[in-house]
């Protein structure tokens, strides 16, 4: 129980209960008490004043006039509780179309098997379980019952007036043709064209609206209507053209029409306005076709394609009303968008009724198709103007790595040389095999499969079985006339060399020098790429642009700890830990032990300085040597002393207490003439070559 903590100076604070008289204040008392209260103090005021009483949590007095001053002041039914619970938790209160069964359980919450029916309300919801009730009332109410089904679907709440949407002053509308017009891959009239886009530099300058609509009135005015006649004229010329490629690739990519796609068959009509007649920015006219609760409404505007307004589901609530099917609209074109990207390629909003204010829940991104040729879904992402995945930063940096200088096709080069010194050697050992033949018109033997050209098998060497790769080359990919000429030219070298006494060495062939060219253009491009590198990082530091794609890379931080990574073991369904005769489990391992070799027995050797450990251990291994010569010496005599073995025993023993446990472990390691299979280097040396003899002797 908390108290108020009062001054100094100050009066007992005001009763809970009005009807207990009031203590001595500050001023008929000479002493001051913290505040407690009032229930504490006597009534009889005579008496001397005593310490207050000390009461359980059980029994502190009760004041009844809390809830009345403190409770709820207002006090609001079931349903309006659920529909203000509803409002805050930010979806809106649709009204519920209940069965009986389940009218009857809202209404019975409170009463049931062990309470009997009280209100009314929950009486009535019970008798309308039974059919034979419920058809009774609806004669009673004199209609059927197929109207008494549709009066559940009514909206049972208030409905709002309609909105009046006004505009400060007149809405004017003027026909001008798009500004990506004409399509990609069309070609029009460039003259033809530069007269259409001369409309929208009209559109800078200012018109009296009043001087228009008298003259509109009058029958006087000139329109300007030139150019949108030029352009619907190509326009026409590109749908006559297009219309049977547009239907097929609708075919194609949808097979089921569904809202906002492209019409076709019986449902497209001559006429229809295809997607190039569009822009972002026209207002048009149109009839709303569908609603849809996730996606919004759809507006047909006479095109091939209806309208997409995105609304959605909980705003429908309060749109309901003013949106409905079959109403003539006015709107406005948002955006339009690749069709075969994205699903509603014509984004809209409602101008008149204008319902901008009803909208509170928007789309992120508009919706897309997920192809299956999207095989790199970043590039999509960016195409459709969505951020990237979060990916954790790798910390490379490209300008720091070393320049590449392996090209591709120096591998297949290569293979070529290779191939072409086998045939000038077969045909050095068969000479007969080539004769009156043609290089050039050589064929293959079997008919040559650039598929299986690669070819993976295994060979048995000695007791081990190793992988091998079979190359197959086409005789027609060779170049064997300037191969048999250079090697001609190299035998003449050679021959005049030995007569000479000196001895000829080839430095390079004419594939070894190709290969080096394309090993050297490669290098070279790699470091025009640095280069071009370093150029765009220190323009984009000196403009302040960020050096890589925003959001693309994220701290380690980001993601937090054991995060799923599919390339760790970890993760894998079967693993079981690190294996002890794995490879990695081998090598550390090795190198502790290595570790342990160089400073001494590896149980002790943090208890004593590092040259206690080295005259230990070569005193240790003096004793063993000492030891193996004394039993040679009495394995020659044949007769051995008991009791020489049980203390011989005993001194093992009281030498080997400290490491009884890692005898198995480190028994190698008093052997100086073990060796581990690639011992790894440490420190730049090896277990094997290192020896401690002699390191400490004067």
């Not at 109403?327 to 955006?335: D, G, N, P, Q, S």
């Not at 992988?467 to 006339?481: F, H």
């Given at each position: 129980m908390q108290f108020l903590q009062a001054p100094h100076f100050s009066s007992f604070p005001k009763p809970l209960n009005p009807s207990s008289p009031k203590p001595f204040s500050h001023h008929h008392h000479p002493f001051h008490f913290h505040c407690f209260p009032s229930s504490f103090f006597k009534t009889h005021f005579p008496k001397p004043f005593t310490a207050p009483k000390c009461f359980a949590s059980d029994e502190f007095p009760v004041d009844e006039t809390f809830l009345e001053n403190f409770g709820p002041k207002d006090k609001e039914t079931e349903d309006e509780a659920r529909r203000r619970n509803w409002i805050e938790r930010g979806w809106a209160p649709w009204e519920e179309i209940l069965t009986p069964e389940a009218d009857f359980a809202r209404k019975s919450l409170n009463e049931g098997e062990e309470v009997p029916l009280q209100t009314p309300e929950a009486i009535e919801a019970f008798k309308m379980l039974k059919p034979s009730y419920r058809l009774k009332k609806i004669k009673e109410m004199g209609i059927t019952e197929d109207e008494w089904y549709r009066k559940q679907f009514e909206i049972k709440g208030d409905i709002p007036e309609p909105l009046e949407t006004l505009w400060a002053g007149p809405l004017a509308l003027r026909h001008v043709p798009p500004r990506d017009w004409p399509p990609r891959g069309w070609e029009v009239d460039r003259e033809e064209l530069e007269f259409i886009r001369e409309a929208h530099k009209l559109q800078a300058v200012r018109v009296d609206l009043e001087k228009v609509e008298k003259e509109v009135i009058t029958g006087e005015a000139d329109m300007g209507l030139e150019r949108y006649k030029v352009f619907l004229k190509q326009y026409k010329e590109w749908v006559d053209a297009n219309k049977d490629r547009l239907e097929e690739e609708s075919f194609k990519y949808d097979q089921d029409y569904y809202l906002g796609r492209r019409k076709r068959g019986k449902d497209y009509k001559e006429e229809m306005y295809e997607l190039p007649f569009y822009y972002p920015g026209q207002i048009c006219e149109g009839k709303v076709t569908t609603l849809h609760l996730y996606q919004g409404a759809f507006v047909d505007m006479g095109g091939v394609h209806d309208g997409w307004v995105p609304i959605k589901g909980n705003d429908w609530y309060w749109i309901r009303h003013h949106i409905k099917v079959g109403?003539?609209?006015?709107?406005?074109?948002?955006?339009k968008r690749d069709p075969y990207r994205f699903r509603f390629p014509i984004e809209m909003r409602f101008v008149h009724p204008s319902i901008d204010h009803l909208i509170f829940n928007r789309f992120d991104f508009p919706p897309i198709f997920h192809r299956d040729e999207d095989t790199n879904l970043d590039e999509m992402r960016r195409d459709c103007g969505r951020p990237p995945v979060p990916r954790k930063d790798p910390g490379d940096k490209p300008v720091e790595e070393p320049l590449l200088s392996n090209h591709p096709y120096v591998d297949k080069l290569w293979q070529i040389h290779v191939a072409e010194q086998m045939i000038l050697d077969d045909m050095e050992a068969n000479p007969e095999k080539y004769k009156d033949k043609i290089l050039s018109e050589l064929t293959d033997d079997d008919d040559y499969d650039e598929e299986n050209s690669v070819q993976h098998t295994k060979v048995k060497f000695k007791k081990t079985v190793l992988?091998?790769?079979?190359?197959?080359?086409?005789?027609?990919?060779?170049?064997?006339?300037p191969a048999l000429a250079e090697r001609e030219h190299h035998n003449k070298l050679r021959r005049e060399a030995i007569e000479r006494g000196e001895q000829?060495?080839?430095?390079?062939?004419?594939?070894?020098?190709?290969?080096?060219?394309?090993?050297?253009?490669h290098w070279r491009r790699s470091f025009e790429e640095r280069e071009a590198l370093i150029r765009d990082i220190s323009c984009r530091r000196t403009l302040g642009l960020p050096l890589e794609e925003p959001g693309r890379y994220k701290p380690a931080s980001y993601f937090g700890k054991d995060q799923y990574d599919p390339s760790n073991p970890l993760y894998r369904y079967d693993y079981w830990g690190e294996p002890k005769n794995s490879e990695k489990s081998k090598q550390e391992r090795m190198t502790d032990a290595h570790n342990k070799s160089i400073v001494g027995k590896g149980t002790v050797w943090y208890e004593m300085d590092y040259e206690d450990a080295i005259k230990q251990k070569m005193a240790g291994s003096r004793g063993t040597m000492q030891k193996e010569a004394d039993d040679d010496e009495k394995r020659d005599q044949g007769s051995e002393d008991e009791d020489d073995d049980e203390k011989r025993d005993q001194g093992s023993e009281d030498e080997d207490d400290d490491d009884d446990d890692d005898d198995l472990i480190y028994s190698i390691l008093s052997d100086s003439s073990f060796e581990f299979p690639n011992q790894p280097i440490v420190n730049g040396t090896e277990s094997s070559s290192i020896s401690d003899e002699g390191m400490f002797e004067n």
């Open positions: 109403m003539h609209v006015i709107v406005e074109i948002l955006a992988p091998k790769l079979i190359l197959k080359t086409s005789v027609k990919e060779l170049d064997l006339e000829y060495k080839i430095s390079k062939l004419r594939r070894n020098i190709e290969m080096d060219e394309y090993d050297f253009m």
